[in-house]
């Protein structure tokens, strides 16, 4: 079955850097769009960055744009969030997912990682 496995995450001061990694299984990763999104407590799940098939296209929620990269390496099956100049509204549990089109509609996802921490200490 499918399988996505995150990696990363933890506390980091404001201003700090982190590095999310999702390890995907169990499907032929070039056929699928990957995402990141995010929750904080009491809040719904948000979009935060997509990436087409190949790595062409990338999307982005504003709040992270010019801050966070999204890349993948079709080789290894795997898709990276670097996140830079971390914020404390950037806190929350994260979550890489799977869907076969280009979207940001959480709802189109089928497949989701087992979710990361990441705090962001002010």
């Known amino acids: 079955q499918v399988q996505l496995v995150q990696s990363g995450g933890g506390l980091v001061q404001d201003g700090g850097s982190l590095r999310l990694s999702c390890a995907a299984s169990g499907l032929t990763f070039s056929s699928y769009v990957m995402g990141w999104f995010r929750q904080a407590p009491g809040k719904v799940r948000e979009f935060v960055a997509v990436?087409?098939?190949?790595?062409?296209?990338?999307r982005y929620t504003e709040s992270v744009k010019d801050r966070f990269t999204i890349s993948r390496d079709n080789a290894k099956n795997t898709v990276d969030l670097q996140m830079n100049s971390l914020q404390s509204e950037d806190t929350a549990v994260y979550y890489c997912a799977a869907a076969t089109e280009l979207t940001t509609n959480p709802k189109t996802f089928s497949s989701w990682g087992q979710g990361t921490q990441v705090t962001v200490s002010s």
């Open positions: 990436i087409d098939w190949n790595g062409g296209r990338t």
